[in-house]
């Protein structure tokens, strides 16, 4: 499936430029998510790039980037106190049912990069227009469970956006506040995990939102995204627990 009609073409797309972003934190995470992205690619081309206007620079390093098997969109509200936009999956899907994940998913012959990806499958899951979204950049590669490599990219939305959850996909739209992430410790959750008829607890860990667990790829990418803009490392592990006798 192609961009949907309200969308814009991929070299119309906006780019946040740090320098007009009016809150400390969120033009921290711009500054350096855009220079991760403009780093990813060290070649003739890409020395090129850093000659042309910024927004171009990031969507050419942006279009250059080799295509994932999915991406996801890490929305976060551009305000003073941003929030980050999570959905839960629907009950019934085949794949990562009943869990949090960021908007987003698998690659479509005719997206030609992962930008368009992420944007048309949050359309899709949210009805977010494309063309209400700033870009900000790209995290690194993470795999999922089912070894499908998966491209974060990282925007800005307004707040005040009307946001509709596809009910065949997804089952709930809500937010996490961004300085809670910043600052919260996460909180080890612990789940059962089913492989070759052998059943084993893995601990992990997670961040309470909202009434919901984030662990798992959306934890990974959570993180990905505090550690490039902040530098906050956070140990991510996934431990079997031993069982007491």
Known sequence: MLLPPQSVRFDELSVAV???????????????????TLNTMSSPVNSALHTRSPRLSL?????????????VLVAIT????????LTRRAAHMNSHAGEVSCAGGKYEVGDGNNVVTALREACEETALPPNKVQLLGQLPIQTSKSGMSVRPIVALIA?????????GEISRIFWADFETLLTQPTVEYSIEYTLQDETATILTPSWQVDGETVWGLTGRVIASLL???FDRQLEWYYRIQESRL
């Open 59 to 71: 969507l050419d390093s942006l279009a250059q980037t080799p295509v994932a098997d999915a991406s």
């Open 78 to 85: 551009h305000e003073r106190h941003p929030k980050l936009l």
């Open 227 to 229: 550690e490039t803009g």
């Open 159 to 167: 707040p005040d956006l009307i946001l509709v959850p596809e009910l």
């Open 18 to 36: 740090p320098t007009f972003i009016r809150y400390p934190t969120l033009r921290k995470l711009a500054e350096r998510v855009q220079r991760e």
